[in-house]
């Protein structure tokens, strides 16, 4: 019922609260911001049955709130006015760029927001009526349309909810916090605290990428400051503290002594609960709840803790905030202007400001706790999908249409060394995100940064700089969590682009002239899009000239940064033709056969040692009752003698198939055609003869037989083949009347190589030998099968590739083809050069083994 | 879709002076430890933890309050009737909860179902005291326990045999709204003369998306049977006979007569419900191309089955039964089934359907009476074949010139449109630089596709007609 698939970032956050238990003073919503709140019944407009539908009533509340300051009615008309705007421009808006500069995605729910709704006039006059709180500017007692004290009360639980998911409901509304509680010492962490390795993980959810990076971790730091785990600073600090500085150290024994300034063994405040006031839609609910708490509400209350635990900074910060309000409320202030003061004074007020409307906004929220204590909090976002919207399930536009992204198996070795990293921002920025060059680790990092170039796999970047590989793809991993790059496949002007079906045409005007003062000498970005969007061809085709060849992969770069193009990947399945199935269940027959009659012999030879014929003959019978029930005639008995023949002279049989062959074409002519006919539908049933008569010096023998037969070919006698036994045992008495059959067959497709059965990989190995009878057989051969759609246009040495080459990577290459796996990252996986694997590629494909189908 | 998701159900009561506590609880010992033998060994969770949202303020009353504990997720309608001499202190406070898992994706029914319990039993509450004379006595009785919240009544209850469960209505009510529920996800119960209590878990369903005169409807069941319930809608009744897979909805409101805006609405009252699903304009000159799903259809045996199923034709008896004997049926005769499938598509498009063969009045289970015999045999490597050649850069008239001998007895509309129902392909939309450009700004910059054909602008093949009656140049290509 809930959506599985990508959602668009929307926090569905409307408000953040924080509410504290003292001792002296009770249960106390301290502090919430936005300040003068949409009421809880604008949020949850309770009265209509589907909740649902109500997101595009909340939309709108949520873009009054976010706005600092929403007490003229006017400007609710504005946003009204903005949001008929996007309603007419399609689904809702959607994001420019990869930076997300766009102020706000108002998607609605599941992406059309209320753009076209029917019912909206209701909607309408529901929010105006109780959308906004009018006057509350004024209103010290009510939040969110609830009393404050009756807030205060219900969003202070008891202890069992210590550190554990604080969920309450209230109508369409929840309120998620994380409460904290003092413990029972009255410390608010343990003394000693293991100091934990990092895992890889959350190295990477760290912001601190400077901080982390292992090149740079010489032991110049005596003692480095020891973060709480998942709390290192992101970027984007316009503070002081550079990661990586000299503060460190000093903050590190600094926190240390005040680390039991707030031992006190009466401590007033008991708990704080930081309560994050979302309404998601009921469809969405459980992953929205999912993902603020474990992303924000709860890092944020273990950060507050953590500096609690520090310096009482919680509760000394909650009581300069309540004393704050008292004074203003007293003296009569409005609520606006006594928020303005609170920011400027309280940091707390201030970082949950931050927090709120960066994280509201769906961007990442840069807060700085203290000179030594900075970290970042966001919701992780997609990356790419592999779905594309349709009429009913619209997605966000833009976002990046691909499989390159999907995990296929666990194990397999991620592609991350292969792929390319491509900077969401200008690496300039970016560098002066980081904190710039100042330190050393950081102009390492810049320098790092500046070589990165999405044509480039992480792999050849970090050997031709020789960094270590490990730290590139941590940097890389980190800048991807981060949402400031991409891991994308290499862009190369030999692979193929199209414009994404989820490309955002709505942002186009605006894209077109951002692309045009990128690009000023080239054609305009619908043109590069019309360019796109016709019959796919190497990108290298719509390249002028050799010089214009940087400039268009810059361009191709900046198309895929936007989402506006996206590769089309080739991924193919093996397709088993009737004739390989025919082959390969005339090889299991006759194995079989070959088995039963070891058997047999060697029951036999066990027995007395004696050859009774007659006894001979009725085991064999018997044996062979399972494909014969067939009487026993002359034919019976002159195969037996065939077989104790053919004992003799073993080592001849071997050299001269066309012995059995011979001997074949003659039972046809004899009474013994009932008997293989009895046994046509048994689909097992062949002959080796043709497969001698296949041979191009014994074709003649084909003829008498079965015209209508697409001769397979006579693989089996190839002496290194492992199905070889065949020829290395007894040459089989009972062959003469397996036929090939591929009639009986269907063609089919092989969908996981890798996980073959038996049979299915007797018939790989059956194709894989085909190839190498290019080289041996004159062009006359029918190698291929006849329905092949596209057969290849000379069959010895097709596209400069030998059979036997072609042989000997088929168990490489059929890996690779269980259309999941794109053709074009079989070259980065293997180490082969690119042309190699085209080359490979289509003359397997030439052949017409495979189903091919090429998406993103 | 009975999913047993309700853990329990309970009514809890506030006393003015003994504090809360749960009155009824269904199965025993769910919220509070009973001693009654088929009591659950220990309660969901605490009860003293949820206190405070079972029976909060009266700022909360009379809202649907959830909580989540210990993996459960508690909804409850906190009722408080106010009404001198009636109640002690004047109120009645009661809620009447369900507990189910925390995680349940779509508990937004269950919110539902609280609130209109709650609802209908303050109504029943206030009309006769419906629960309040039920109580007479609890409350003196059971003076043991009742210091710690929570575990006294029902533990009475348990050991003292039914002291108030037996012959409780509400308790009656805690049990039937929980087993029907859980078996048939609605429940009916008469309570009085007068009142019934009627309840049932709608699933939630996502918005319906606009619709838009440019779509073409496709109903996924047969609403044929059900046409007496639809029929108070007006506009729905005169807009169904229309909606064929092959009509716009501009169309349909064209042919029925109908307002466009009512058709719409009418039309997304379907989609809303799952019966219909939208898609494009089926044009040959459109192009289709797989998306990463095929995949999916091509590991999927059932779909391929169900493809062949929906695409293929039945054959033609042209004019005699003497093409019934269609075993070995002539090259000839099979193009022109051929051309005929695909010209009635062509031909519906163009809504001159009337002259042509009805292969495409669609219905889902239309195919089933008619006789397997007549009908093409489909291999499903054929349609891999055909999906799998369709790409971008190739319109569908060209790729049914590529593929006309598979396409034999292959409605090419279904075709297409299945594989887009069930979105393995899409609609490729060619963007071309003069859809944006200002009005005045029409240059003529083709791009390199296949539409270059159809665009060529005229002049210059006039020039070529020109130069080639000339004699100067060979003919063009």
Known sequence: ?856 | MPTRAIKAIFYTRFHYEKGSRVLHQVPAGAITPSTSPSALPAPLFQFSSVTQYLIPTQQFCDRLITCCVNHHRIIGYPVCIKEEKKYERNEFIFNFAVVISENEADWACYGQVVRKLGRLLRGLEEQGGFLSKEEDGVWDDDNVGLGIGGSGIDDSMGSSGFGIGSGSKVYALCEMVLEDLNNYAECMIPIDDSNTINLKLFPTRPPPPPVLAHQVPILTMSLAGLQSPISSDLTLNRVLPYINGVNSISRIAQLADTDLSLTRRAVQHLVYYGCLVLLDIFSFSAIYAPTAEIGGFIVDDDVKGECMRYVRTPKLRVGSAASKTTVGRSESERSRDERSSISSSVSQHSETASSTIHISDFDAGENHDVNEDDEWHIEHETLITLYTSLRQGLTLKSWVLDNLDLLSGIDIRRFITFGIIKGFLYRVHNHYPWQWAPPFDHQPAFPCTASLVFHTPTIDSLDNKSESSSGEYPSPP
């Open chain 1, 1 to 856: 019922m809930a959506f599985s698939g990508t959602l668009p970032p929307a926090s569905n956050l409307h408000a953040i609260l924080l509410v504290t238990k003292s001792r002296s003073l009770g249960p106390r919503l301290v502090f919430h911001y936005p300040p003068l709140s949409p009421s809880a019944a604008a949020l949850a407009a309770a009265k209509d049955p589907t909740w649902y539908r109500n997101e595009s009533s909340t939309a709108s509340v949520d873009s009054h709130s976010s706005d600092s300051d929403w007490d003229s009615s006017t400007e609710a008309d504005e946003n009204d006015d903005l949001e008929v705007g996007s309603r007419t421009s399609g689904r809702g808006s959607g994001r420019t760029g990869p930076s997300g500069s766009r102020d706000r995605l108002k998607l609605g729910i599941g992406g059309w927001g209320r753009q076209e709704t029917i019912d909206e006039e209701d909607i309408d006059d529901n929010h105006d009526e109780n959308g906004r709180h009018r006057g509350g500017d004024y209103d010290w007692s009510s939040v969110l349309g609830l009393k404050v004290d009756a807030l205060e009360k219900i969003l202070t639980p008891s202890q069992d909810y210590n550190k554990r998911r604080f969920e309450l409901g209230v109508e369409s509304i929840v309120f998620v916090g994380a409460p904290m509680f003092v413990r029972e010492d009255g410390l608010w962490k343990k003394l000693r605290r293991k100091k934990k390795k990092k895992s890889e993980l959350q190295k990477i959810e760290d912001g601190d990428l400077v901080g982390n990076l292992s090149i740079t971790e010489e032991e110049s730091k005596p003692e480095p400051f020891i973060y709480p785990p998942g709390f290192e600073p992101g970027y984007g600090h316009e503070s002081l503290s550079v990661p990586g500085s000299v503060a460190p150290s000093e903050a590190g024994s600094d926190a240390r002594s005040n680390s039991t300034a707030g031992h006190d063994d009466n401590p007033d405040m008991t708990m704080f609960n930081v309560v994050f006031v979302l309404n998601p839609p009921a469809l969405e609910y459980q992953r929205r709840v999912k993902e603020m708490y474990d992303n924000v509400t709860r890092k944020y209350a273990k950060a507050l803790k953590y500096e609690q635990a520090r310096f009482q900074y919680v509760w000394k910060e909650s009581k300069r905030i309540i004393d704050i309000k008292q004074r203003a409320k007293e003296n009569g202030d409005s609520i606006s202007v006594t928020w303005k003061n609170l920011l400027a004074t309280s940091p707390l007020a201030k970082s949950i400001a931050i927090l709120y409307d960066a994280i509201s906004n769906n961007k990442i929220a840069h807060i700085h706790f203290d000179a030594t204590f900075n970290t970042s909090f966001q919701i992780p976002q997609a990356m790419s999908t592999p779905y594309l919207p349709n009429a009913l399930e619209p997605q966000m536009p833009g976002l990046w249409l691909t499989t390159s992204n999907v995990v296929l198996d666990e194990e397999e070795a991620p592609m991350t060394q292969h792929a390319a990293l491509l900077l969401l921002e200008d690496p300039e920025i970016l560098i002066k995100d980081l904190g710039g060059e100042a330190s050393e680790n950081g102009a390492a990092i810049a320098g790092l940064i500046r070589r990165i170039v999405p044509t480039k796999s992480l792999l050849k970047i970090s050997k031709k700089h020789n960094i270590s590989s490990h730290d590139m793809e941590y940097i890389a991993s980190h800048l991807v969590y981060w949402r400031r790059a991409r891991l994308i496949d290499p862009l190369s002007q030999r692979d193929t682009y199209i414009v994404s079906p989820n490309a955002d045409m709505n942002s186009l005007p605006a894209a077109a002239s951002n692309f045009a003062r990128h690009f000023p000498t080239l054609p305009s970005l619908p043109k590069f899009l019309s360019l796109l969007s016709g019959t796919p061809r190497m990108y290298k085709s719509f390249i002028p000239t050799y010089e214009h060849r940087d400039i268009y992969l810059e361009v191709l770069a900046w198309l895929m940064r936007g989402g506006w193009v996206t590769q089309l990947r080739t991924f193919a399945w093996i397709r088993v033709t009737p004739e390989i199935k025919a082959q390969v269940a005339v090889e299991m027959e006759r194995e079989e056969r070959i088995k039963k009659a070891e058997e047999a012999r060697k029951e036999l030879a066990s027995e007395t040692g004696s050859v009774n014929a007659s006894l001979f003959s009725d085991k064999r019978s018997s044996l062979l009752s399972d494909h014969t029930a067939r009487p026993l005639t002359p034919m019976k008995w002159r195969r037996d003698k065939s077989a104790d023949a053919s004992e003799e002279m073993e080592s001849s049989t071997i050299l001269s198939p066309r012995i059995t062959a011979t001997a074949s074409a003659h039972h046809r002519g004899s009474p013994a055609r009932p008997a293989s006919d009895a046994g046509s539908n048994s689909s097992q049933r062949t002959t080796i003869a043709l497969n001698s008569a296949g041979r191009p010096d014994s074709p003649s023998h084909l003829l008498p037989h079965n015209s209508k037969v697409h001769k397979p070919s006579p693989l089996h006698l190839k002496p290194t083949s492992p199905s070889l036994n065949a020829v290395t045992s007894p040459p089989l008495p009972v062959e003469e009347d397996l036929l090939p059959q591929p009639h009986l067959f269907k063609p089919s497709l092989i969908l996981s190589p890798q996980k073959a059965s038996s049979v299915e990989a007797r018939w790989l190995e059956a194709i894989g030998k085909t190839f190498e009878e290019i080289d041996h057989h004159h062009p006359r051969h029918p190698s291929y099968p006849v329905n092949n759609p596209s057969p290849p246009k000379h069959t010895d040495g097709i596209m400069g590739i030998s059979g036997k080459e072609l042989r000997e990577q088929w168990p490489m290459l059929l890996r690779h083809l269980d259309g999941k796996h794109a053709i074009e990252d079989v070259a980065p996986r293997e180490g082969l050069k690119r042309k190699r694997v085209a080359v490979l590629f289509n003359a397997v494909r030439e052949k017409g083994w495979l189903v091919v189908v090429r998406h993103w």
